[in-house]
């Protein structure tokens, strides 16, 4: 029972160690920088959650990561690599940027459904290209998308620095979109707003694609092989390119949810990488939606707590950043030590 539990289970138990031994790699590195391990992410925990106001911060930073990852982890499932994610996310934030200021005279709500339909729609056809691009003429996916980035992040940039600068904004802005299309803030001086609803709403409809509908099983044959599924009756091309298309709706929409609840504006600046980070975490969660789900709040909450451990125990920031990396080393790792001995014991 327990052997079939452990079978069953396999990779959930991998990501769950995994995490657990880079926690406590990063408590050495918290410790030979003379620092108590314990105390640091305490006060790490306590500047993310400790109270009404750092839970709004923390869930405001968890908006665009969540999104993110599950963007990253729809394409995966379906067998593609959307390495484009961000330039895609830079285009659907400026379409919807677009939206607010030049039709700005339309009604509020239309404003703001037609600015992230518009920004998912940039999106999805930024990443349309290069897919059927890879899946027709056989051309590189990583190779397309990651062009495609530049591209599209370049194009954007010279947007904001040209034909729509901001007459008093600072260099690499536009123009504040309509109010009539901005989300309300849950707080006054916080950045949370009524994004969260359409984020949680998207990425649990396409968690629940991909856990239960027959689209999302049909996308797991694609990617464990492609060639079998199409002997199986799946049309692989056509599911291939629906997981392309939801990841980049969902890149495009972190994207235009950015400008329409929280900065107002396009700025050139939008991402700190948030998609990279996504594909991170979408990798040490082997593309499972709610483990992705799962890590990306962890993720939130750690770097939002970041700078509390830092002002508490002069531990860096990026500490955040080596325990993740660390994380994914340890269950590309274990994944592999695992095939080879379920391999190792087959064959005995």
């Not at 990253?72 to 285009?91: D, H, K, R, S, Y």
């Not at 359409?198 to 049909?218: D, F, N, R």
């Not at 948030?274 to 962890?298: C, E, F, K, N, S």
Request: glycine letters at 10%.
């Amino acid at each position: 029972m327990k052997h079939s539990f452990a079978r069953e289970h396999r990779d959930l138990i991998i990501i769950i160690l995994s995490f657990g031994f880079s926690l406590v790699l990063g408590g050495v590195f918290i410790a030979l920088y003379g620092a108590d391990p314990l105390a640091a992410y305490a006060s790490m925990i306590r500047g993310a959650l400790g109270d009404g106001d750092a839970v709004l911060v923390t869930l405001a930073r968890a908006v665009p990561i969540v999104l993110a990852t599950m963007s990253i982890a729809v394409a995966f499932n379906g067998g593609m690599w959307n390495i484009g994610a961000e330039g895609q996310l830079f285009l659907g934030a400026f379409a919807a940027a677009w939206v607010g200021i030049d039709l700005g005279f339309l009604p509020g709500p239309l404003l703001t459904v037609l600015g992230l339909a518009l920004g998912m729609g940039a999106a999805m056809f930024w990443a349309w290209m290069p897919a059927r691009l890879s899946l027709d003429k056989g051309l590189n996916i990583v190779v397309l998308t990651i062009m495609c980035n530049s591209i599209a992040i370049l194009f954007t940039t010279w947007l904001a620095t040209g034909p729509y600068a901001g007459a008093r904004a600072n260099s690499g802005t536009t123009d504040r979109i309509a109010e009539a299309m901005r989300l309300p803030h849950f707080h006054a001086f916080g950045t949370l707003n009524w994004g969260i609803f359409i984020a949680a709403a998207a990425v649990l409809l396409v968690a629940l694609w991909m856990i239960a509908s027959v689209a999302g099983y049909e996308w797991r044959c694609c990617r464990m092989n492609a060639t079998f599924a199409g002997y199986a009756g799946i049309d692989a091309r056509s599911r291939r390119m629906q997981a392309m298309m939801a990841s980049a709706a969902l890149a495009g929409l972190a994207g235009a949810l950015l400008v329409v609840g929280d900065h107002y504006r396009f700025l050139t600046t939008l991402s700190p990488g948030y998609t990279w980070t996504g594909m991170i975490l979408a990798m040490m969660t082997a593309d499972r939606p709610v483990a992705g789900i799962a890590a990306a709040l962890i993720y939130a909450v750690m770097s939002s707590g970041a700078l509390e451990m830092e002002l508490a125990t002069d531990i860096p920031t990026e500490l955040v950043s080596v325990i993740v990396c660390c994380a994914v080393l340890f269950v590309t790792a274990g994944v592999a030590v695992a095939d080879r001995l379920a391999n190792r014991i087959r064959e005995d």
